[in-house]
Structure formats: C-alpha cells, structure tokens
C-alpha cells in the first residue's frame, strides 16, 4: 500500500519506494489504446480520423499515440502477446455495437490511468 518494505529491504537501492503500485505495464493498457483505433477504422473511419478521436478522448497527445501505434504495428517493437490482446479486444461481439464497444475500452484505459 506504499509503505516502505522494512522487513526484508531492497535489493535495487534506486528502486522507488512508495507510492501507488503498478497494475499493469504500458503495453498492457496501451493495447486498449490501440483496440479502440483499431475498433473506429472497422467502423468505417480514416486512421488519421480515428487517430484523432482516441488522442482527444484519452487526452494524450496525438504524436504520442501515433508512436504507441506505430511501436504496435512493427515487428520486435512490442511483445507478440500486447499485440495478440489488441486484436482480441477490438472484436466487437455485437454487431451495430461499435460506438458502445469503443466507450467501453476508453473507460476501461481511462480507469487503469487514474
């Protein structure tokens, strides 16, 4: 919960102390980020388009969003298994759902970054 660990130390002595744990890695909610690009342009809209809404409604930056996408897309930039759970959580189970199904991953990234 934040507290130092007194009992057994640190074997890294610059190893940050404290504060909120992490839940997941970058890559992990990241993979959220790029579902939902992925979500929009199967839903008919440009890349730059979809770029653009998810960069807005995350409130990141659009080039940083495009280096997340961009580390995604590329070979031995991103482990197999961040891509693989991207893919597997643009697929929207109902169809017509789109615009729900993409609410529901920016709320889902936007609960893990808080």
Sequence with gaps: EGADNVILGHR??????????KIASANEYNA????????LQNSGMKLNDALERVSFDVSINLQELRNIRTRFSRKDRTDEKYSASARRLSKVTEPGNE???YQNLIKQ????KR
């Design 12 to 21: 890294k002595p610059n190893e940050q102390k404290g504060g909120r744990p």
């Design 32 to 39: 959220l980020l790029i579902a939902a690009i992925i979500v």
């Design 99 to 101: 615009e729900t199904h």
């Design 109 to 112: 990234y936007q609960l893990i």
